[in-house]
């Protein structure tokens, strides 16, 4: 959240700044146009990284809750093998 405020900060600070400091002149006129496609180009970037963002944040979601339910399914199995094996020794010893 806070890199896409920075970017929309910084996106609308270099565009009133170029607003303020625009002047006829063509080669100014020129980069000023320059400037606005690679700020257009950032924006869209963002929004891919945000989206990316989320896409990844799921994925860990879900591989996290994963890890958990196995690790669960692991202690169970480790209980049963141990009852089993407690089960086997006290009937070898009668």
């Known amino acids: 959240?806070?890199?896409k405020n920075n970017w929309a900060i910084f996106a609308v600070a270099v565009m009133l700044g170029?607003?303020?400091?625009?002047?006829?002149?063509?080669?100014?006129?020129?980069?000023?146009?320059?400037?606005?496609?690679q700020v257009a180009e950032l924006q869209k970037e963002n929004g891919q990284v945000g989206s990316d963002?989320?896409?990844m944040?799921?994925?860990r979601d879900?591989?996290?809750?994963?890890?958990?339910?196995?690790k669960a399914?692991?202690?169970e199995l480790k209980t049963k093998h141990s009852g089993k094996k407690a089960s086997s020794r006290k009937r070898?010893?009668?």
């Open 57 to 59: 944040t799921a994925a």
């Open 92 to 94: 070898r010893r009668a």
């Open 62 to 70: 879900a591989l996290t809750k994963e890890n958990e339910k196995l």
């Open 73 to 75: 399914e692991i202690k």
């Open 18 to 37: 170029l607003s303020f400091t625009a002047c006829k002149d063509t080669k100014t006129l020129q980069e000023n146009e320059h400037l606005n496609a």
């Open 1 to 3: 959240m806070t890199r």
């Open 53 to 55: 963002l989320e896409t």
